[in-house]
């Protein structure tokens, strides 16, 4: 059964920041977001604490924003890609402001700058205190609801991207128990992290990295899929996505205990120190506590989603130990794109979480990740517009696809079945093996066990081993890679890693 007589829609993947930019900055034209949950639903997006960094305080500069950046991804970023989405930072506000953010302001009536870890200057544009994502993507949510050219597929899983020619066209869907194809004109993957491949993890639940196994199916390159953020003070309680404890309750005087009640690290350090000194400390049989008893500010006032998080747990951080521990929080890595936002696949373009621009390196500067998928998706819209509209662009392209056969789709349905149910098993191997220490036989280890208890290479599986190659790949420490084996930086000149899969590519047929 051949869908739509004429090449599709542009197609979004995603409903997280990135995914909704790109479709507000497309508009009028139109577009299909597809999200994989309810919408609006669980996205990292609305998990955002902190904020959005943009060079637009009084004294501040693009270049000030622009070496803090670079200083953080520990010579891995790419600097034209830096200064390019950086530049944009006033833009990306206004673009916000335009939707309906209200950032916070102070008693004058200015913007209210927070300072967050390895910024040297307050310039962190936040909403709510740490409630910053929610209220950003209410008010998107609410103007994607009040543009017409946008339709949003909520429940539509993307199961896999359809080429011809070696020009992706389409994609397979899953809805429920249908599955079916959709021509594209162009797909956008705003898939986002992949922080649940890891057993502590501050991510949504099934946020493993969709996107990059999309991608490398079709032979996308990839670059430094090693390069995971992992967050020193996630709260330590039940299982599931960890509460982030932001690194501001720290910046007002909170500190790291072990339970011998010693300070075992300097609180404000830089945000791997940290997390590699609480690890060590979980490693050696400590428990570790966040003590923010003598915190001065109000906490319910500044940090309200920290407080309820812990008051669920019946923690009362006026009184109690906060039990904390590291916990991956941004994959700084992904599917490497140009300043198009254009995968190295033609026809697939990727924006937000997923995609690799350069502008984080080897660790992410707080609060750069919501700056760069506004930039991202706005940057993205505007080549899509410029391309995927043209009548040449088409040229070639087929008008349909062609519906997939009933053995294909139960193969698909067996394959995502098997990726979620595989997580409980890649998750603590991940967190052994390429979590906070890695050394070659861990990995090499790891690798060898995911490839012979999955050789059907669900998603989950390719996106951790081709994490694992990268680690296995990259022989030093840098940022937030570090290897026991190679516990310094390379003297050579600086690489990335990156890699293509062989191409599993389904053909249009
Ligand atoms: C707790 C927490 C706090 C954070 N705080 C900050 C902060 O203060 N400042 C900052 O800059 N960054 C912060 N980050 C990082 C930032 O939130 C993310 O990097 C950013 O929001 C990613 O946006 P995105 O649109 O790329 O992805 P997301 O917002 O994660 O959206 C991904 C979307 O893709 C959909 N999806 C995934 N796979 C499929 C599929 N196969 N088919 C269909 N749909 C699919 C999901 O359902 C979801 O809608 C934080 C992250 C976390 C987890």
């Not at 700056?371 to 392209?397: C, H, I, K, M, P």
Request: proline share 6%; aromatic share 4%.
């Amino acid at each position: 059964m051949a869908v739509g007589a004429a090449p599709g829609p542009i197609v979004i993947v995603g409903a997280g920041l990135a995914g909704l930019t790109t479709a507000l900055s497309l508009a009028p034209n139109p577009c299909l977001v597809l999200t994989s949950g309810e919408f609006p639903g669980v996205c990292a997006s609305d998990w955002a604490q902190g904020g959005i960094a943009a060079a637009v305080g009084p004294g501040d500069s693009i270049a000030e924003h622009v070496n803090d950046t670079l200083a953080a991804g520990a010579g891995l970023c790419d600097a034209e890609a830096v200064h390019r989405i950086v530049r944009q930072g006033a833009q990306a506000v206004d673009f916000l402001e335009t939707h309906g953010v209200r950032f916070d302001v102070d008693d004058s009536g200015h913007c209210d700058l927070a300072l967050e870890g390895a910024h040297s200057r307050p310039r962190v544009l936040h909403i709510g205190g740490d409630t910053s994502g929610h209220f950003i993507m209410q008010a998107i949510v609410e103007s994607v609801r009040q543009t017409p050219s946008i339709t949003v597929a909520e429940h539509h899983i993307a199961l896999e991207l359809i080429s011809h020619n070696d020009q992706i066209t389409g994609l397979t869907v899953q809805h429920g128990e249908t599955v079916r194809t959709i021509a594209a004109s162009a797909v956008v993957l705003a898939t986002g992290g992949a922080g649940s491949l890891w057993q502590f993890s501050t991510n949504p639940a099934g946020a493993f990295g969709s996107g990059i196994a999309l991608g490398l199916e079709h032979g996308a390159l990839t670059h430094d899929l090693e390069m995971v953020q992992f967050h020193p003070t996630a709260l330590f309680a039940g299982p599931g996505p960890m509460p982030l404890i932001s690194e501001a309750v720290r910046g007002q005087g909170a500190v790291l205990v072990n339970d011998d009640g010693e300070v075992f690290v300097d609180s404000l350090a830089a945000r791997d120190v940290v997390a590699r000194a609480v690890h060590d400390q979980t490693a050696a049989g400590h428990q570790v506590f966040l003590d923010a008893r003598a915190v001065r500010a109000d906490l319910a006032d500044h940090f309200p989603a920290m407080m309820k998080a812990c008051l669920q747990e019946g923690l009362d951080p006026r009184q109690n130990l906060i039990p904390v521990r590291p916990a991956a929080h941004y994959h700084c890595g992904g599917l490497m794109v140009d300043a198009r936002g254009r995968t190295s696949v033609p026809g697939l373009w990727a924006v937000g979480e997923v995609a690799s621009t350069g502008l984080h390196g080897a660790n992410r500067l707080a609060s750069n990740s919501l700056l760069e998928a506004v930039v991202t998706g706005r940057e993205a819209a505007v080549d899509l517009l410029a391309n995927a509209g043209s009548a040449d662009y088409f040229a070639g392209q087929p008008r349909s696809v062609v519906a997939p056969s009933p053995e294909h789709v139960a193969s698909l349905i067996q394959r995502h079945a098997e990726s979620w149910r595989a997580l409980a098993t890649i998750a603590p191997l991940m967190t052994n093996a390429a979590g906070l220490v890695r050394d070659a036989p861990g990995l090499q280890g790891a690798i060898d066990f995911i490839e012979r208890r999955y050789p059907s290479n669900p998603p989950s599986a390719a996106v951790a081993i081709a994490v694992l190659k990268s680690a296995l790949a990259r022989l030093e420490s840098r940022g937030g890679h570090y290897r026991s084996d190679y516990p310094a930086l390379s003297p050579d000149e600086v690489q990335h890693t990156g890699m293509a899969a062989q191409s599993t590519a389904r053909s249009a047929r």
